[in-house]
Structure formats: structure tokens, C-alpha cells
Nanobody
Framework: QVQLVESGGGLVQPGGSLRLSCAVS????????MGWFRQPPGKEREFVAA????????AYTDSVKGRFTISRDNAKNTVYLQMNSLKPDDTAVYYC???????????????????WGQGTQVTVSS
């Protein structure tokens, strides 16, 4: 059974940083593209970042480019999202997701992802 467990969320002041982690089990992690999505309060879930199987390709939504960095450690079956210069608009529940086999690298479509974590809350507020 595939499991994705996010951690690292919390309350942070504007301009601060957080590092989210997502531990993956039950699947050959190195063969999976991975993504991060988020759902702001009262809004639909949206794409944040994606990374290819070998980390060679990454993709970001425009609003986080230059502030967020997605990375992965295939030896630890873990994907990360380093978030710097956080803004109140970054407040959301953040989800990691496992890509389906054969999806385009850097896919931003939710339907290209087959399994999801339970989410971790990130709140940016003074």
C-alpha cells in the first residue's frame, strides 16, 4: 500500500522559511515523479512544484518561483519543499503527490498524480 506522509508545516511569520518533507513508502520511489500541491482556505487545490524521477527537471507555479525549491533524496524515499520568503498568500494545506507512471516531467495536472498525503498546514501570519 502506497503511503505518503508530510511533515514540517507550522506557523511562520512573513519572510520566514519552512521545509516540508514527504516520506513515501509502498512504491518504488525512484521510479516516480513527485509533486507538491496546496489548498488555500476557501479555494481549490493548486499546483506548487514538481520534480522528475532523477531530479533533472523541476517545475514551479509562477507565484513561488525564486522562493521555493523542490528536491528529493531517492536513498531516503523523501521529497522536500524548501519555502523561503514566505507570504501570507502561501497559507494553505500542502500535499505531496506521487506521479503516475509515464506522466510528463513537471506535470502540473492533478490527474497525473495517483496518490496523495494527508496534508500539512502552513500558516504565514504575524
Amino acid at each position: 500500500q502506497v503511503q505518503l506522509v508530510e511533515s514540517g508545516g507550522g506557523l511562520v511569520q512573513p519572510g520566514g522559511s519552512l521545509r516540508l518533507s514527504c516520506a513515501v513508502s509502498g512504491v518504488s520511489f525512484r521510479n516516480c515523479a513527485m509533486g507538491w500541491f496546496r489548498q488555500p482556505p476557501g479555494k481549490e487545490r493548486e499546483f506548487v512544484a514538481a520534480i522528475s524521477r532523477n531530479s533533472g527537471i523541476t517545475a514551479y507555479t509562477d507565484s513561488v518561483k525564486g522562493r521555493f525549491t523542490i528536491s528529493r533524496d531517492n536513498a531516503k524515499n523523501t521529497v522536500y519543499l524548501q519555502m523561503n520568503s514566505l507570504k501570507p498568500d502561501d497559507t494553505a494545506v500542502y500535499y505531496c503527490a506521487r506521479g503516475k507512471l509515464g506522466i510528463p516531467n513537471g506535470s502540473q495536472r492533478e490527474t497525473d498524480y495517483a496518490a496523495w498525503g494527508q496534508g500539512t498546514q502552513v500558516t504565514v501570519s504575524s
